[in-house]
């Protein structure tokens, strides 16, 4: 039986690495180019209309960059796939994005065809994965739905224990590194599935309450401990100083520092 080629979206906003990589031979990797944009808007667009397998892109772009892409994408499409490309001075931003779940990233001044074969083979693993949990789970709802009470049970409009599991996973390690990918593996669905469930079940995405927990956290934290705001960031699981800035300025209409300031 053929296997379907791994679709790929590349971004870069130079036009030489672009034409690099489009003239891989991507048939030989068992992959298909399907789309190219030069900056983390464009791609954005070019993802919610042809919602590639693997997505590479370069970490630092004009108006979006590529860890925005980055989030925004795996927001809307958590089973989409992504390799980033980096310069050293990227290394850090390129870490981050692999404990937030990309596959992997590659310096763009070395990223050659070995590079590439590996990224797909990476990607077409991760594909294979969600197949068979997905398979999985199709199998395991009709089990549920074949041996549920028919009514008036006192079961009913309590969360499912899978959705409770992942909050107390969340709750347990909110000071590290958390993704639905990760969270899902260790609940036992696919991240496509379990995001579905959890705003069913919750009314709030899972994104969503892993951020509002963080921003609690960080609240309880400025107002009651003397750590320093890094510090603080790094206690809820963010690491990044002008993330975490950025975050808790948006949910709490202040910046950390004036908030710790009273």
């Known amino acids: 039986m053929s296997v379907a080629p791994v679709r790929v979206l590349i971004i870069d906003d130079e036009l030489p690495l672009r034409q690099e990589l489009r003239s891989m031979p991507w048939s030989t990797f ?16 070019l993802c919610i209309a042809l919602v590639p397998d ?4 370069d970490i630092t772009m004009p108006i979006m960059d590529g860890m925005e892409l980055f989030r925004s994408v795996k927001k809307r499409f958590p089973h989409i796939q992504f390799v980033l490309l980096t310069c050293h001075s990227d290394f850090h931003y390129a870490q981050e994005a692999l404990k937030l779940g990309a596959l992997d990233y590659f310096t763009k001044l070395s990223f050659d065809e070995e590079d590439m074969k590996t990224a797909i083979e990476k990607a077409r693993t991760a594909i294979r994965r969600e197949v068979d949990l997905k398979q999985y789970e199709q199998e395991r709802i009709r089990k549920e739905v074949a041996n549920a009470p028919k009514s008036g ?23 590290e590194p958390i993704t639905l990918t990760s969270v899902s593996d260790e609940v036992g669905l696919s991240s496509y599935y379990l995001s579905r469930l959890f705003r069913e079940e919750t009314g709030e995405s899972f994104n969503d309450y892993v ?6 956290k960080a609240v309880n934290l400025l107002q009651n401990t003397q750590l320093k705001v890094y510090e603080v960031a790094e206690q809820v699981g963010i690491p ?23």
Do not use: C, H
Request: glycine share 8%; hydrophobic share 35%; aromatic share 8%.
């Open 153 to 175: 049970t006192s079961d009913e409009r309590k969360i499912r224990k899978e959705v409770q599991l992942a909050q107390r996973i969340i709750e347990t390690k909110l000071g």
């Open 240 to 262: 990044s100083y002008r993330y975490f800035s950025q975050l808790f300025r948006n949910w709490t209409g202040v910046a950390p520092t004036d908030y710790k300031k009273g």
């Open 211 to 216: 951020t509002r927990l963080r921003m609690e």
């Open 30 to 45: 068992g992959a298909e180019l399907v789309g190219e944009a030069e900056n983390g808007e464009e791609a954005l667009e």
């Open 54 to 57: 693997l997505v590479i892109s």
